[in-house]
């Protein structure tokens, strides 16, 4: 049977049921004596159990049958949960990531789990793992070190290994680790291969050779070999290959390997896949209700290739679109009007499927901070309770995989520096439990994620006093800040108000990178805090990056876009109207003063000398601030398709893309956040 077309769908859904463990185990922890919520794990690691094993990864099978094991001890009420088991599982399911993670790049998925099923036989036999350690610990420092096989031989291999002997041979099973950094893995494989052949006879590699010749294997790999030569001679000869980091060399003998071990967990692993394959059968004979029959699955699993390619044609499309718009305008043909009319939208309810098929929901983000505030509040000995609300908001793909470091980075600082320890908490009439809450929802374009917690929230003199100290701000400007521009201090680069540091922070790196993905992604970051309540950190991002609503506007004979979503509004301005402050040109806008900015001298547009009584200008804003563009003339709103400028113009200030407008004119795309500092 031919795996390799299960392989996607084996990867998914090992990461659903793998995804489905955390969540329960979370709630297991809040609810320790709810056998429903263990019946839900065990469920998923049955059902991973029984795939791995009939895919043939029998590590994965062999470490999801072991945790299966403590979970069915649990619901049978033979182990009591506690947060030591549970540790111990959260490690088991950590291994099974990282083995499918492995799978899904190439690999093999195989890994040492050795640590992770023992501590899990120990529980299973109502021991300890913490005091199993210590003993091991001690045993290892008094018993002599004795290898063990890592390879299974057939009866076949293990004859030939015999005869060897009889005859005067020695057997040895060898394993070689490359360097970590080792580019020509394969290569590297060869000239092993090469040395132990003029050495004696290769009888088995594990992994196979085609696997090795193919670098289908992390960094490790053993090989059989008969020889006359000395463990010794092998080991040097074999160092005098580039790139080899460790030798170990083992003699075969009947002592350390049993080939009766290798049949039984041959077998082993067989009633496994069987009784996976039965529970799936069974699985429909259980749900006979009538409701189940109505419910049946639409949905199909579509590469995510395939959707950007789609993409990529239909902005094509949109370029088209406007170009045709345009033809249809200047030869004014009623018939040639309504066609494109109609094709306009028809492209447009095109646009609106395509775009909502490249949505995925925020939960795919949200879902791995429950387990990381866990680790982080025991690491910080601190009570925290992670709420999730609006996990089904969507977001496009292109921004769902730049988010979901700058959210770690806040959801981090939250934990460090907002929320106080269970003392602190107690002595300022708070309950010891501190709240982090983590938000989505939808707002017009645009999608706004908040991180609030209860903590202390922040300190504006301390900010104050250390971006002093860090020279970020003058003395003078220091006694003009709102207290969000004093927040908004934190965002500077190197900037700390943590008196120590930790693992966690104190670094002062975070926050700036936090603020520069997300403006580079086209959104803004804002803060809002209280001290002795909590804090607010506010992200707003756009709902799609590729195709964009923007301004049209003229400099000279030269056509540049304004992205709408950074636009507050345009506005016609008399030439006395413009007032000078500390050599800037700025305007009164609504009781606010407004530096003016003239991208005729930003952009050097070569202009004729000629005076207007008039000036038109798109008043732009960054998070708090505002600034007025000055342009010659406005054309009008457009959508556009957005395309980078190449590697060869990466630099290129204040200018974030180009697009192609309908009469074939290149327009390019002004980042309104580089303008204002």
Known sequence: MEMNQYLEVFIEESKEHLQACNEQLLELEKNPEDIKIVNEIFRSAHTLKGMSATMGYEDLANL????????????????????????????????LEAMVQSIAEGGDGKRDVSEAVEKLMLIEKGESPAQSSARAETAAAIAEPQGLIKSTYDDFEWTVIQQSKEQGFESYEISIALRADCLLKA???????????????????????EQLEEEQFD?????????????????????????VERIDVLPLSMGNYSPQKAVKAAEAALPAAEEATEAASDMPKEKKAPAAKQVSNKTIRVNIERLDILMNLFEELVIDRGRLEQISKELNNQELHETVEHMSRISGDLQNIILNMRMVPIETVFNRFPRMVRQLARDLNKTINLEIVGAETELDRTVIDEIGDPLVHLIRNALDHGVETPEVRKENGKSEEGNVVLKAYHSGNHVFIEIEDDGAGINKDKVIKKALKNGIITEQTASTLTDKQAYELIFASGFSTADKISDVSGRGVGLDVVK?????????????????????FSIQLP?????????????????????LSSIIETAIIRKEDILSAHNQKV???????????????????????????????????????????????????????????????????AISGATILGDGQVALIVDCNALIK
């Open 587 to 653: 305007i009164d806008f609504r009781g606010k003063v407004v530096p003016l900015l003239s991208l005729k001298e930003i952009f050097e547009v070569p202009s004729e000398s000629h005076e207007d009584e008039f000036i038109s200008v798109v008043i732009v804003r960054k998070g708090e601030k505002m600034a007025g563009l000055v342009v010659d003339s406005f054309i009008g709103q457009q959508e556009v398709v957005l395309k980078s400028l190449g590697n060869y113009l990466t630099s290129v200030f």
């Open 219 to 243: 960094q490790e790999f053993s090989v059989t070999i008969v020889t006359k030569e000395t463990t010794e001679d092998i080991r040097q000869k074999l160092l005098k290959v580039s790139e």
């Open 543 to 563: 709902l799609t990056l590729s195709i964009i609503s923007v301004m049209l506007i003229e400099i000279e004979k030269e056509k540049y876009a304004i992205p």
């Open 64 to 95: 999801t049958h072991q945790m299966e094991n403590v979970l069915d001890a649990i619901r049978n009420q033979k182990i009591k949960v506690n947060a030591e088991i549970l540790d111990v599982v959260f490690l088991a399911v950590d291994d």
């Open 516 to 536: 520069n993905t997300i403006e580079s992604l086209g959104g803004s970051v804002s803060i809002d805090s209280k001290v002795g309540q909590g804090s607010i």
């Open 187 to 209: 290569a590297r494989v060869y000239m092993v291969f090469e040395v132990l052949e003029k050495s004696g006879e290769v009888i088995k590699a594990t992994p196979s050779v």
